[in-house]
């Protein structure tokens, strides 16, 4: 599957994915309140086959306005210099699937032991969590290694 790329990327598809499939970051999930003010929140993803998926808490309020509006703006980025990441919107699916596989793989991309304190209070709710796949729309990616290589 393809990525549709907005008209300002830096990165070109291949180099998107790849930045995605590598990063360790959490995902900045950004959907509109009730109120029409944004709210942003971090989660850990993965990417495969042009998606991002994540595992969310049923009872969590992003996962709630996501299913409501069932579309999200995201980002994947580094905080500190040099600056490189992936922004971008996306159209929300929430499977009936269970979220077990997906969370034990999402302990594994980001080295969380199942046996540890977090995982094993994740897994014990593991029916109240909910897997989120997006789809983008567009992206947009960057990096400024190289303008920004003397900086420091």
Not at 42 to 70: D, M
Not at 102 to 126: C, H, M, N, P, V
Request: negative net charge; contains cysteine; glycine residues 8%.
């Amino acid at each position: 599957m393809g990525l549709t790329l907005s008209a300002n990327s830096q990165l070109d598809a291949d180099a998107i994915q790849a930045y995605l499939q590598e990063a360790r970051l959490p995902l900045r999930l950004a959907v509109n309140g009730s109120d029409g003010c944004p709210i942003v929140a971090s989660h850990w993803f993965e990417y495969r086959s042009g998606q991002l998926y994540c595992v969310l808490h049923q009872g969590a309020l992003v996962a709630k306005r996501l299913a409501a509006t069932g579309c999200c703006g995201f980002e994947v980025a580094h905080e500190s210099m040099p600056y490189r990441g992936v922004r971008g919107q996306a159209d929300i699916a929430m499977p009936p699937v269970p979220a077990e596989g997906q969370l034990k793989s999402l302990f594994a991309r980001y080295g969380i032991k199942e046996d540890s304190q977090l995982a094993t209070w994740l897994l014990g709710r593991i029916d109240e969590e909910q897997v989120v796949c997006l789809t983008p729309r567009w992206v947009s990616g960057w990096d400024y290694s190289e303008r920004m290589s003397d900086a420091r």
